[in-house]
């Protein structure tokens, strides 16, 4: 189904009894908090980051990316990159990296936040 307009990516988010939220946009960022305790004291923890982004050459890139207090820094997981561009070739529109970062693994697209 093609879409209604020229959005790079769309988001629909379902709070419950807090409402819904429908937008189509050309970049995105998405953070995921949950509560957890850290000492006595319970906190928010911002636990899934999801960032969109148009790379330089075009093509569009869906990154996952974890975090946990115990490490130094948030891993990629997952990074989804689409060429909508390419039209009529004979490759995938779509590839899934699906290997966590870190020495062998994958790395934050260039730009990424």
Known sequence: MAPPDRRKF???CDAGSQ???DVGTD???V??????RAGKE??????VNI?????PDGSLTVEVLVSHPDWEEAKTIAAIHS???DSGTGTQSLKCDLQP?????LQRASGAQ
């Open 31 to 36: 953070r995921v908090g949950q509560r957890m």
């Open 83 to 85: 060429r909508p561009q």
């Open 51 to 55: 960032l969109c982004k148009e790379q």
């Open 10 to 12: 769309q988001v629909q």
């Open 101 to 105: 970062s870190g020495p062998g693994g």
């Open 42 to 47: 319970q906190e928010m923890w911002d636990s």
């Open 19 to 21: 409402g819904r939220f």
């Open 27 to 29: 970049t995105l960022s």
